[in-house]
């Protein structure tokens, strides 16, 4: 089955100008907005060209709202007239990442080409996430023309290197923070794969995850050193292979798998679609079947990283200069995506007694999982709706962010940051495309996208 398939309601908001909309992402997709780590790599003279080209398109948004610049991140307010209400913020990144050099001529249209061409928009940052961030303007651009006040105020936010270090959005969240600001909702990019649940033993069902936390990230890196020489007198081993024994032995300790709540709430709701055994006995009693459904999970790849803090060995460097020199210092580093309870300090604890002394065990970068979103709330409840609409045959669950996203910035502000970009591309598409190669969207899906924000926007703030 074909995402398209499960569009509804395509004709809805049909006095908005969608060959407008399409023109300005080809437009926004033009401006080289690149971020790199090293902060001295990157050309703001992109993201100032932009912003000038959105105030263009999108008039009455910078007429009505009050918009600042934090660094090259935006903030945007457009006021609302019940000042019981708290504020919705609606965020996208405004950076893209680079073209893998040499891949070039790979593009079927040049990657900042912002052709429109063959049903798509073609270009860096068409899936990932600027389609998000003209949507949302479009949206409150559309309302704004109607002349219908917001009741609730409404931020657009909008961060200029979530792909690198995040540090617009956490500016943007620290100045809402110091106004004393609480929000009812944050939308940020994340999620949206659309899942036959055969694992789930239901198949012919069909549901999309909302991403309400994220994940933990943590590098960590192993080190050892030995003294090196001919490689014909090897007495007591190298550091190479003390560093394959210890990243081994990592793979075959894995931490306890837990089953989060937000499992469990999808397994509640397939239940009675569940057809296939074990399942189908297991699901009648959650809490009495745990260990057995998490051993379900384990054994398939669309399930269990929700239920485990996945390992994924990355690097190993730098290796003996030939094959009969042994290496002296060695380094590995290994990815681990944490799945709560664990935290970097508990992975920690666990691996340093199983692993060699002289190992040395450091975190590159480490980052605890995200504290989950209030599931029973307003912005949960009305986005799960608004998509239900526009993609009926699916059911949307609450569900676990395997990836990062900038919306984790705004949890101090906010008890409800779901990650969720309504746009539902091809599978195979966005695989290719989001940070890959041939990055583009369907019109037609850009389109339904817009109509969710269109509506969601119509429902939670005017
Ligand atoms: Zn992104």
Redesign the pocket.
């Known amino acids: 089955m074909k995402n398209s398939d499960l569009f509804c309601h395509e004709t809805d908001f049909s006095d908005f100008d969608g060959d407008r909309a399409v023109q300005h992402l080809a437009e926004a997709l033009r401006f080289e907005t690149v971020s790199f780590v090293d902060a001295a790599k990157i050309d703001y003279t992109r993201f100032d060209a932009l912003h000038d080209s959105l105030e263009k398109s999108f008039p009455l948004v910078f007429r009505n709202g009050k918009y600042e610049k934090i660094g090259h991140s935006l903030l945007i307010t457009l006021p609302g007239t019940d000042g019981s209400l708290k504020p919705a913020l609606f965020m996208a990144?405004q950076d893209v990442v680079p073209v893998i050099p040499g891949t070039e001529k790979d593009w079927l249209h040049p990657p900042f080409s912002g052709d429109v061409a063959e049903g798509f928009i073609w270009g860096r940052g068409a899936m990932?996430?600027k389609q998000m961030l003209i949507g949302i303007l479009e949206a409150a651009e559309y309302h704004l023309q109607k002349g219908r006040p917001f009741r609730r105020a409404v931020y657009l936010a909008f961060g200029e290197d979530?792909?690198t270090c995040s540090t617009g959005a956490k500016a943007i969240c620290a100045l809402l923070a110091s106004r004393k600001v609480e929000l009812e909702f944050v939308l940020d990019?994340g999620a949206g794969d659309v899942i036959e649940a055969s694992d789930y033993g239901a198949p012919g069902i069909y549901i999309c995850p909302i991403g309400i936390y994220e994940k933990g990230y943590a590098d960590l890196k192993l080190s050892v050193k030995s003294r090196g020489g001919h490689s014909s007198n090897p007495f007591r081993g190298t550091s190479l292979g003390v560093l394959a024994k210890a990243i081994t032995t990592v793979l075959e300790h894995p931490l306890l798998p837990h089953l989060p709540d937000c499992a469990k709430r999808t397994l509640r709701y397939l239940a009675p679609a569940i057809q296939t055994e074990p399942m189908a006995s297991l699901v009648q009693d959650l809490d009495k079947n745990t260990d057995a459904i998490l051993q379900w999970f384990l054994q398939h790849e669309s399930l269990y990283h929700q239920v485990q803090t996945t390992i994924a060995p990355t690097q190993i460097t730098p290796g003996a200069p030939a094959g009969n020199v042994m290496p002296q210092a060695m380094e590995a580093v290994i990815n681990f995506r944490l799945a709560p309870p664990d935290t970097p300090e508990s992975l920690l604890q666990h691996y340093r007694p199983l692993i060699d002394p002289e190992v040395k065990l450091e975190f590159v970068q480490k980052i605890p999982p995200s504290r989950p979103s209030e599931i029973d709330s307003y912005g949960f409840w009305h986005l799960k709706r608004v998509l239900e609409h526009y993609f009926a045959p699916l059911t949307f669950v609450p569900a676990q962010n395997r990836g990062a996203t900038d919306a984790r910035n705004y949890e101090s502000i906010c008890r409800c940051c779901l990650r969720f970009g309504p746009f539902l591309e091809e599978k195979d598409l966005s695989a290719e495309g989001i940070h890959g190669t041939n990055e583009r969207i369907s019109i037609r899906a850009y389109l339904q996208g817009i109509r969710v924000l269109l509506k969601l926007m119509e429902e939670t703030c005017l």
């Open positions: 990144h990932d996430i979530e792909e990019e």
